[in-house]
């Protein structure tokens, strides 16, 4: 995830800002860059880049002799263009004396840039972000600096975190928040400007926060903060009391509930620029190179590993139903040593977060050799899967540290959506039902937000379970894979036993097990299925077995069948999954949480399986 930090003092700007970008290297990221304002009479803006580890600008940076007290450096976190030095951070108008770095994603760059380079603006990088610095090279021409970024700032559509320097404006930087973190480190004589509070912590614990829309111009005396309008804002100074760790968890005690908790937020970077209401279409770049051939695969195969094979099960469900093309969904490493069927009408789909994951790869491979399509849904940038196949969709969920798959769950279901909707749309499915799958999915993120609301009964829950050695976890149709996600979870954070199945299939075995030590849990929201999986819950209560529920809100009936029932909104039947999850995402933490367990690093497993 891209990082942003900035520094204005009597210190030497740039090992203030190596440092700052050694502390933002937990986020993830693929190549850095930074600017110095320089002195030594010789005022210009020094800019050095460098494609992977900090490390490499560092020695960079070691070769020069850059004297300055202001400067901006960036992390990035790849999402238009790949990673290389052209289009790392920060970027430079065409006179070279503006530099802007900028975390977020600008949607209407392309309208910007057209119009700019109509105006004769030269453009050196693929990224979103380059507009914004040749777009106030662009008001320069007609108002100052400060107002030449405010009537920038009101074009964009999308989200930022920036900062900004201006050769001409030795003493001044100007940063601006929409959407994306940001704040100010108020120092003795100098400010720290930091996407993340981790790159500021060592320096001061007097921090500014800054909301959405408001914009800050610093200098090493002091600072203002006002609106796009230039409306002044009163701001408090707040302390922080947090060390290094914990500002790299934003304050919350582990990573995975961390990550809960940004689930709004990486749903949204996962739809952001990609729905298309109009035309009721998932517009996915990643896939533009293979409309055509898309167009013509009558056959999807889906290869993916522990959290990211379920998120592939609940895809099957919506590409057979709504854009009506046979499924089939391997575990990768099953796949890699079967003697699999393909031709080039089959697209197989890789799903992973880390895009490393051995099994996965080496199934990619097998269906490449094959002469199949071969796309990744992977979320981390330039990762070995993202490379080996023909084309994909990137999650933009950011860095996922707890070793328990959370966010880049609830990413890869979005993306799934998005696909099926691409895919439906290039086949049979009405512009009416696109637009209508598309109107929900945009409503999940505000729900998800609802049901980490109830964080506080779904941990009484979880405490009134938590002693209990084994667990049935049940779901049907959409929501069968989310029982065994959710039973997946608790058995790797909690350790606790569970099976998750089928709910159809209980009766042919699982029953046996039954009795008043051995609860389940149903995942049971009001859909096509819900009088089925009530006529389970009645099964298991006449053997006296304890039952949890995810149920929708307003269910009357589901109180009179389930011990304790969680709520969740309503929405469409296929989006179901991307809300009953989460609570069963924190019933595992909250349980493992209870009994002392590392939840970030549970035992014998790995964040990245790189080996068989
Ligand atoms: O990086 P990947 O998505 O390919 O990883 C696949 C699995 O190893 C991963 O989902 C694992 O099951 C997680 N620990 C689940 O929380």
Request: aromatic share 6%; glycine share 8%; with cysteine.
């Amino acid at each position: 995830m891209c990082g942003i930090i900035g520094y204005i003092g009597k210190k030497q700007a740039a090992p203030v800002l190596l440092d700052g970008l050694k502390r933002l290297e937990y986020r993830g990221y693929d190549s850095a860059g930074i600017s110095v304002i320089g002195e030594n009479g010789s005022r210009k803006i020094f800019t050095l880049k460098a494609t992977g580890k900090v490390a490499i600008l560092e020695e960079k940076i070691s070769k020069q002799n850059i004297i300055g007290n202001i400067g901006i450096a960036h992390t990035r976190w790849a999402t238009h263009g790949k990673p290389c030095d052209k289009n790392c951070h920060p970027h430079l108008d065409c006179s070279g004396n503006i530099s802007v770095v900028h975390n977020g994603i600008i949607e209407n760059y392309r309208q910007l840039k057209n119009q700019l380079i109509k105006n004769g603006h030269h453009f050196s990088s693929e990224t979103d972000s380059e507009i914004v610095a040749h777009l106030i090279e662009e008001f320069c021409k007609k108002m100052d600096f400060r107002e030449a970024v405010l009537q920038s700032l009101k074009l964009l559509k999308g989200t930022y975190g920036l900062a900004i320097l201006h050769k001409d404006h030795p003493a001044q930087m100007i940063v601006a928040r929409l959407g994306s973190p940001l704040l100010l480190g108020v120092g003795k004589e100098e400010f720290i400007v930091a996407s993340d509070a981790c790159a500021i912590v060592q320096y001061t614990d007097k921090v500014v926060y800054l909301e959405d829309g408001e914009v800050a111009l610093i200098t090493s005396e002091g600072f203002e903060v006002m609106n796009i309008k230039n409306k002044q804002i009163e701001k408090k100074v707040s302390t922080l009391d947090w060390d290094m760790e914990q500002a790299q968890k934003n304050g919350l005690p582990h990573f995975m509930l961390k990550e809960t908790f940004e689930q709004p937020e990486s749903v949204k970077n996962a739809m952001r620029g990609r729905i298309s209401k109009a035309d009721g279409m998932a517009r996915l770049g990643g896939l533009r190179d293979v409309e055509k051939k898309l167009k013509n695969i009558n056959r999807i195969i889906i290869v993916s590993c522990g959290t990211s094979y379920y998120a592939g099960l609940v895809g099957e469900y919506m590409l057979e139903e709504y854009a009506g093309i046979p499924v089939e969904v391997e575990y990768a490493s099953e796949f890699r040593y079967r003697k699999p069927i393909l031709n080039r009408k089959t697209a197989v789909i890789a799903i992973s977060q880390s895009g490393e994951t051995a099994d996965t790869l080496a199934a990619i491979l097998e269906a490449k050799n094959k002469g199949a399509l071969t796309l990744g849904i992977i979320n981390t940038v330039g990762s070995t899967i993202a490379r080996e196949t023909e084309a994909g969709v990137y999650n933009h969920a950011g860095p996922e540290m707890g070793v328990a798959s959370t966010k880049a769950f609830t990413s890869q279901l979005t993306i799934l959506t998005l696909l099926t909707v691409f895919l439906g749309r290039q086949r049979e499915m009405s512009l009416v039902t696109g637009q209508r799958i598309l109107k929900e999915l945009e409503k999940i993120p505000a729900q998800i937000e609802t049901i980490l609301k109830q964080g506080k009964e779904i941990k009484k829950i979880a405490l009134k379970y938590k002693n209990y050695a084994d667990f049935l976890y049940m779901g049907r149709k959409y929501n069968f894979p989310i029982a065994m996600e959710g039973a997946l979870k608790i058995k790797e954070i909690a350790y606790v036993h569970c099976a998750g199945y089928p709910s159809g299939e209980m009766k042919h075995g699982p029953i046996a097990l039954i009795d008043k030590n051995f609860p389940s849990l149903f995942v049971v929201p009001k859909d096509s299925v819900y009088e089925k999986n009530i006529s389970g819950m009645q099964e298991i209560k006449a053997r006296g077995g304890k039952i949890i529920a995810i149920a929708t809100v307003g269910d009357k009936e589901i109180k009179k069948q389930a011990n304790d029932v969680i709520f969740i909104p309503k929405t469409l039947e296929m989006l179901t999954p991307l809300l009953s999850v989460i609570p069963l995402q924190l019933l595992a933490y909250y349980v493992g949480v209870s009994k002392g367990y590392d939840v970030d690093k549970p035992r014998n497993l790995a964040k990245s399986v790189t080996v068989e």
